[in-house]
């Protein structure tokens, strides 16, 4: 169906992916043999929207080039074609601007358009901008992951603008864009010299550079702790069947939202082996946060921990936020990834952790070390916080930017334009359909 909206400029129309494609398919239904080298395979993690070249990873897949020819006479990505997000991040869309094979799994779908009527970069720019990604989102059943059917997919109403316009909004959209991300590299760069600058902090701090005339001992963290051991092993429930229980997957960015932490049940006896308790520290001991750590503030729930976590419970004689603040230095985690166990998943026992050598002043000083380390990270986490900020606008002003591009008020209407109504016959045409008129295809 196609129709004129009101609010679009008279030479826009209003068309459904299905009409404006030549074919929309997906990926393979069936996960394939992967190999370490050979045709790459792509995933919903690879689209890199607006950018050249697709987004690999440590997880990059390949496929063997005969698994690869089987594939393709279902789904063959090519130049120009657009690949969309059917599940995890819905409705991300990259246009292919390579020019190797590659395959693609069935969370991914592929859309393939005429050139001559349509600009895939105008399409890609279309499908990414706030409007598109809602009705996308709207579109896709379900509660929990959510999936964006072939089906609901070829629904998707997108305006069409003259072939001559879909090029000054594209052209005008880079341009924007590009502006943009220089800004946001800048932003990134900053970033990176905050981290730096952390790290410079935190040398500095332990090896004795903030505080004259004192004396260092180096002392292991077995010698400044009272108890390390394992958490409890149980199964986390929505249901309050017990305390709350914290797990590795809790601690995010260095903190806990107790709010969406589950609960466990555990006998009486044995929740005073692990409840927690404001100072208490926590080691992720597997996983890609192994060696990660978390101090427990005040006024937590009643909560254990899991058997993935390792808890210190320090001596009396030193200074918990200094010890925590060691811990998060280079000279921490040099020790940690040579004391890593583990070919497959590196983790760290509490024997490793035991064995961690820390730098200790006398209790004054770990208290005045400690107050100087958090002068200095406050203007540092404020200056990231503006960061942030200014990220946030600018991913506001690019989702603005969309929003007007496709309103039809980003760059002048021609009269000289030809109506994107005869795009529609014309495609129609190539595809078998039946042949629409001018006035039919505008609303008239």
């Given at each position: 169906m196609i129709s004129q909206k009101k609010d679009l400029p008279p030479k826009w129309v209003l068309a459904s992916l299905e009409d404006i494609s030549t074919k929309i398919?997906?990926?393979?239904h069936k996960t394939p043999s992967y190999l370490?080298?050979?045709?790459?395979?792509?995933?919903?993690?690879?689209?890199?929207p607006f950018n050249k070249e697709f987004l690999f990873n440590d997880y990059e897949k390949y496929i063997s080039i005969n698994e690869h020819n089987e594939l393709t006479k279902r789904c063959k990505p090519e130049r120009g074609n657009l690949l969309v997000s059917k599940c995890g991040t819905i409705g991300r869309t990259q246009v292919v601007n390579v020019d190797y094979d590659f395959s693609i799994f069935v969370g991914l779908a592929l859309i393939k358009i005429n050139k001559n009527y349509v600009s895939p970069k105008y399409l890609e720019y279309l499908l990414n901008s706030p409007q598109i990604q809602k009705e996308m989102i709207e579109l896709?059943?379900?509660?929990?992951?959510?999936?964006?059917?072939?089906?609901?997919?070829?629904?998707?109403?997108?305006?069409?603008?003259p072939f001559a316009e879909q090029g000054r909004i594209v052209n005008k959209l880079e341009e924007l864009f590009t502006r943009f991300d220089n800004g946001m590299q800048q932003l990134q760069k900053a970033q990176a010299q905050l981290k730096r600058y952390k790290q410079s902090i935190l040398k500095k701090a332990f090896q004795g550079n903030f505080i004259k005339n004192h004396t260092l001992k180096q002392l292991k963290v077995g010698d400044i702790a009272d108890k390390i051991h394992y958490g409890y092993t149980a199964s986390a429930s929505n249901e309050v069947i017990g305390p709350k229980f914290l797990r590795i997957t809790d601690i995010q960015n260095g903190q806990v939202n107790w709010d969406t932490v589950p609960f466990c049940e555990i006998e009486n006896e044995k929740i005073n082996r692990y409840k927690l308790q404001e100072g208490d520290l926590l080691f992720a001991r597997t996983g890609a946060t192994v060696g990660k750590s978390y101090l427990i503030p005040s006024g937590i729930p009643d909560t254990v921990f899991a058997s993935y976590l390792i808890r210190?419970?320090?001596?009396?004689?030193?200074?918990?936020?200094?010890?925590?603040?060691?811990?998060?230095?280079s000279d921490y985690w040099l020790q940690i990834s040579q004391g890593q166990l583990g070919i497959g998943q590196p983790?760290?026992?509490?024997?490793?952790l035991s064995k961690i050598t820390i730098p200790i002043p006398s209790y004054e000083d770990q208290i005045k070390i400690t107050q100087i380390i958090e002068n200095n990270m406050s203007i540092i986490e404020k200056i990231e916080n503006d960061i942030i900020s200014i990220n946030k606008q600018i991913r506001v002003m690019k989702n603005l930017i969309l929003k007007t591009a496709f309103n039809g008020k980003l760059v002048p209407q021609s009269d000289l334009d030809e109506s994107a109504s005869i795009l529609l016959e014309l495609i129609h045409r190539e595809k078998g359909g039946l042949k629409l008129k001018i006035g039919e295809a505008e609303g008239g």
């Open positions: 398919t997906d990926g393979t370490e080298k050979g045709v790459p395979f792509i995933s919903t993690s690879n689209l890199n896709s059943p379900g509660t929990g992951r959510k999936t964006l059917t072939l089906k609901a997919l070829k629904t998707i109403k997108i305006p069409i603008a210190i419970i320090l001596k009396e004689q030193v200074f918990k936020k200094y010890v925590y603040y060691y811990f998060q230095s983790n760290v026992n509490a024997q490793i």
